[in-house]
């Protein structure tokens, strides 16, 4: 099993920026891919962006050039930086683990609400 644990959502005005964080935790080894998705209401989630154990990183058309995931393998930690944020970038945000054979973990989600 893995756990993991979002923090760094809220509330900023258009243009600014935001950094979420997603604490792994549990059966950590087994973990290839973490990533974001967000869901915004009466949407369907989406993925945001995406960092393999070996860095490879993919991302949302929407948001190439102004977020940029990383990952922190010794603290078991994968960041999201938002910068240039838009309204439309209001979702819950939440945090992928996707682990060998074929498991997938999610966080419990973190409110990000950017104001035009």
């Known amino acids: 099993q893995v756990q993991l644990v979002e923090s760094g959502g809220g509330l900023v005005q258009a243009g600014g920026s935001l950094r979420l964080s997603c604490a792994a935790s549990?059966?950590?080894?087994?973990?290839?891919?973490m990533g974001w998705y967000r869901q915004a209401p009466g949407k369907q989630r989406e993925l945001v962006a995406a960092i393999t154990s070996g860095g490879s990183t993919n991302y949302a058309d929407s948001v190439k050039g102004r977020f940029t995931i990383a990952r922190d393998t010794a603290k078991n930690t994968v960041y999201l930086q938002m910068n240039s944020l838009k309204p439309e970038d209001t979702a819950v945000y939440y945090c992928?683990?996707?682990?060998?054979?074929?498991?997938?973990?999610w966080g419990q989600g973190t409110q990000v609400t950017v104001s035009s």
């Open positions: 992928n683990a996707e682990a060998t054979r074929a498991r997938a973990y």
């Open positions: 549990g059966s950590i080894f087994s973990i290839n891919t």
